[in-house]
């Protein structure tokens, strides 16, 4: 009763303590659900917009359904610039204070093929009619016809405002006879101008020092060039589930034990029965149907359509006769000659005269007998002189795929062609010409050779790993992926005699990892928040076999790692201190003095233009030459930054360009430009953009 007593007394608490657990559980469960969640329900954002996850996935899903071969990652990527483009489309729209008329929309309707092609929107003379398609949807009862008619004239009202945004753009873009003219004088105005160049190679790389803190401040003032995604670089070994030595043995053996007679015993009849084998079957297709991968084809095969190595010995094969075990591509076979056929291969040349009502495009509008006349006159021109067949087929024939290659059909077999064509070239020698009709029209048919060909019947069975080198393999793999865990990747693979790949850097959205292609899941891995670093994991790929991945490093976003800046930044830098070590010393009255100081030849470069500022020898140089051009006539310049060296120069002449009125071909090249400006529409949107991309969170 004292326990009974003492319960009673702290039942309060225990009630609160319950409840409080009750509680946090259903708290938890909100969390996760979403409910009092901080994590977003948004992909992203442009410019302060959100993009909601739950419709972006939904277009993500329907892009998968289109029918197209295409991957999760792909459509998403596709949806994403999609939603990212109308987003800065409709701030650009929201700024502009873009409107349009009933007219406007209207004509995007009629545009869209659902809409304006549908009779159900036609009026009397079949054109559309706005008033029909409200009537149409206003009267339905259905929900979503509704929904589809509302994201109809959303589409249509985006794509009637994108093009009034675009004609703005188009019509700020124009050219004028005065940029022309500025363009023509760039292109030949000409300069001729002597030079000295120390090249920053004259300086050891060795005699410049560039600090960590230097490259970082100068990709700092540079952001936008050096800024980098967030990474993870992952290192991997592959445990192959392939078949070994022994497994071949084994499908050989297998294979050799079906040449003979066999003993089975017959449960029904209580004895023994002997069963043919291949060699003496008398149900060759049975036979093989029963034990191949493959079923029988009765094909005739000729010997340069055999597998190579063995063709020989397979033509060649005495009917009856069985050759192998032999391996081609991932099979291992058996064939056995069923004999061979003259002729069964053909190679034939045909021009082919068409008329209207046949499934191919004529050269020229013709009735069958116009076709049929023009065919028997290119006849009678090749019978005389048959050397007039292949300029023939080039310039007459309508079979356009083999026109342009003077008519040449390459081999094929009975059957291949229509039942015409087919006959006249299986019934007739080597060389005959001849004409035929089928339901494409006439042929003019050059019968160029034949081929002898054998039947085979084939038992092929796929070479593949057995259950015990699948098993082997999976022990081994679950073996180095434990020490893997417990030691170094490194040394657990020289343990295990295994080689590790190279690492591969991915981003988070990525599908490729190295020479396994498309292996996404081992991507979302790395990315996961429960992956830490130098963490390691078995991953199973068919057609692979195992493949043990660690997380060799994260790089987070910003700027570039220092391994990778030092490679791009460092360079520039010691360039930067290089020509100030040489403009220092590149101080004198005249040409001579400086390139006797440095140690190097005075240059010319004649007929240079700013248009094309490339120094012979030296390469690209637009500083060198704009400063070459203005500098006045013989006077010395100042110490000049190129791109590969620092220059003095000293101009000997510059030659004006001709004077003309005639800039046609510089307005075309402006004008061609200037179209293209609203193709660079959304980069130079998105480049100013503050555009926030979450995708990776929700586990693509």
Partial sequence: MAILGKIRQRSFILIVIIALALFSFVLADVIQSGGFSQTSRNVGSVNGTDISFDEFNVKVNNVEKSGQDITTIQAMNRVWDQEVNLALLNDELKKLGIRISESHLVEALKSDQNVGSNPRFANELGQFDINKYREYFKSSSNAQEKEYIESLELNANITAKYQIYTSLIKGGHFVTKNDAKFKYELENNKVTFDYVAVPFSSINDSEVKVSETEIIDYMKKNEKKYKAEETREIEYVVIGDTPTDKDRSEIKDKLNALLGSRVIYNK??????????????????????????????????????????????????????????????????LSKSLGRKAGAKAKASHILISYEGTPIKTKEIRNKEQAKAKAEELFAKIKANKEEFLMLAFTESEDQGSAQKGGDLGFFGPNDMVKPFNDYVFNNPVGSIGLVESEFGFHIINIVDKQDAVRLATIAQKIEASEETTESAYTQAMKFELLANEKAFADAANQFKLTIAPAVKAKGLDEAVGELGNQRQIVRWAFNKDTDLDDVKRFEIPKVGHVIAKLKKINEEGLLAMAEAKIQVEPILKNQKKAELIKAKMKGTSLDAIAKANNVTIQNAAGISVDNPSIPNVGFEPAVVGDAIALEKSKLSTAIVGNTAVYVIKTAEVQKALPTEDYTTQLTGLKSQSANAVNRLFVALKDQAKVKDKRIEFNY
């Fill in 268 to 333: 029904e009849t209580g004895v023994n029965d002997t069963l043919p084998g291949f060699k003496n079957t008398t149900n060759d297709i049975d036979f093989v149907n029963t034990n191949s991968d493959f079923p029988y084809d009765s094909t005739y095969i000729a010997k340069s359509d055999l597998p190579t190595e063995f063709a020989e010995q397979l033509f060649n094969l005495p009917q009856g006769e069985v050759f192998g075990p032999y391996e081609f591509g991932t099979y291992l076979a």
